[in-house]
């Protein structure tokens, strides 16, 4: 497994945190989860910041998942992610948005990487948590990394570990 670089974390959380403006905060911890992915063997960054055809609906980061043993081989080829470098946890209309926009595009795994977190309680399942449960029943699920997460990550192995805690967290209990 390939370890991180924390001075190249650092640096990522830095800019977003003294930008002068919100893109330049979101593409700091845009290019911030592209790094994390990019070092996860086999897994390549395929896309930013597009726009679907109706120019409705913009994916952050899309990575191509090649499923090799050492990385993200329990994942779709095809993965969809959400970045949200926001002082607040995400609210429950922006992860139900991510939610419908993986649902438009027939994807039933999606991450959201949220600065804060998401909004209301895993347990009683309120707020943003309970937009996840709903897509869960439907198939569809979503896993949530924070900067306090991402700060813990020494090495690749970090990433994969914590993303296949979430999704037997999310199975066994329906929570993430």
Same mark, same amino acid.
């Given at each position: 497994? #390939?370890? +991180?670089?924390?001075? !190249? ?9 003294? #930008? #002068? @403006? @919100? ?11 592209? +790094? ?11 896309? /930013? ?12 980061? &899309? ?9 993200? +081989? ?14 607040n946890p995400v609210s ?12 438009? /595009? ?7 990487? &949220? ?6 309680? &895993?347990?009683?399942? !309120? ?6 449960? /709903? ?35 999310? &199975? ?5």
């Open positions: 497994m #390939a370890r +991180y670089n924390k001075t !190249t974390i650092e640096n990522h959380l830095n800019i977003g945190n003294n #930008a #002068a @403006t @919100t893109a330049v905060k979101g593409k700091a911890f845009e290019d911030l989860v592209c +790094y994390l992915f990019d070092r996860v063997p086999g897994v390549e960054i395929t896309q /930013r910041n597009t726009m679907n055809v109706f120019n409705t609906e913009e994916i952050d980061v &899309a990575v191509w998942n090649d499923k090799k043993p050492n990385g993200l +081989y329990f994942l779709p080829h095809i993965i969809l992610i959400e970045c949200k470098n926001w002082s429950s209309n922006e992860v139900n948005w991510f939610a419908s926009k993986l649902e438009s /595009r027939g994807r039933d795994f999606g991450i959201l990487v &949220a600065n804060n977190g998401i909004t209301g309680n &895993a347990v009683d399942l !309120t707020a943003a948590h309970n937009i996840i449960a /709903r897509h869960l029943e439907r198939g569809r699920q979503i896993v949530v990394i924070s900067r306090d997460e991402i700060n813990q990550f020494q090495k690749t192995n970090d990433l994969v570990m914590l993303i296949k805690e979430k999704l037997c967290r999310i &199975a066994v209990s329906g929570v993430i």
